[in-house]
T-cell receptor, first 111, second 119 residues
Framework: KNQVEQSPQSLIILEGKNCTLQ??????????LRWYKQDTGRGPVSLTI?????NTKSNGRYTATLDADTKQSSLHITASQLSDSASYIC??????????FGAGTRLAVHP | EPEVTQTPSHQVTQMGQEVILRCVPI?????FYWYRQILGQKVEFLVS????????KSEIFDDQFSVERPDGSNFTLKIRSTKLEDSAMYFC?????????????????FGPGTRLTVL
């Protein structure tokens, strides 16, 4: 069964600190892996997209890694800001247009 | 910056009624999608649409649901005979090409969502 599992479920960090979110997937065939940021009550916004051959991709303070052998990905956020408070969703493409979403990690950045 | 828009932002309906959720995708995009997110749960794929046809749909997208591109700009999701469990956020999304399998990464843009409440 195609699944995307994320951990932790929620995380609280202090402003300025770094954090790493994890994603494990069992999706086949695998096309690409995306990380989205979703603010409460809003639609997801794309942060990074990685294909099978890519190990790492950065977007500002966000750096995603992908290990296609172990089917794991991580999203590292450096120097966190209050505006980083949101849900971070790992999404795997299992076909041409079908995205399989993880449940997300809810991040709260406190001053 | 171009964006996907959705109307209404909140729809309240009685069980058994029909609702139509509307979306205006980004103008040069050709691929359209609907997703739903039940409160506190993960986003779920419903359907993808290209060239006036459904290209892929999930098990959730049964005969109760239909999609249409009635003109050159709108993309709609119709839910017939709504049920209590249809209460959710419904997100429309669009992309300029297929999301996978092509020569480059294709980004998918989501709208702000319509919150559907079935009473």
């Amino acid at each position: 069964k195609n699944q995307v599992e994320q951990s932790p479920q929620s995380l609280i960090i202090l402003e300025g600190k770094n954090c790493t979110l994890q994603c494990n997937y069992t999706v086949s065939p695998f096309s690409n892996l995306r990380w989205y940021k979703q603010d409460t009550g809003r639609g997801p916004v794309s942060l990074t997209i990685m294909t099978f051959s890519e190990n790492t991709k950065s977007n500002g303070r966000y750096t995603a890694t992908l290990d296609a052998d172990t089917k794991q990905s991580s999203l590292h956020i450096t120097a966190s800001q209050l505006s980083d408070s949101a849900s971070y969703i790992c999404v795997v493409s299992g076909g041409y247009n079908k995205l399989i979403f993880g449940a997300g990690t809810r991040l709260a950045v406190h001053p | 910056e171009p964006e996907v828009t959705q109307t209404p932002s909140h729809q309240v309906t009685q069980m058994g009624q029909e609702v139509i959720l509307r979306c205006v995708p980004i103008s040069n995009h050709l691929y359209f999608y609907w997703y739903r997110q039940i409160l506190g749960q993960k986003v779920e794929f419903l359907v993808s649409f290209y060239n006036n046809e459904i290209s892929e749909k999930s098990e959730i997208f049964d005969d109760q649901f239909s999609v249409e591109r009635p003109d050159g700009s709108n993309f709609t999701l119709k839910i017939r005979s709504t049920k209590l469990e249809d209460s959710a956020m419904y997100f429309c999304a669009s992309s300029e090409s297929w999301l996978a399998g092509g020569p480059r990464d294709i980004e998918q843009f989501f709208g702000p969502g319509t919150r559907l409440t079935v009473l």
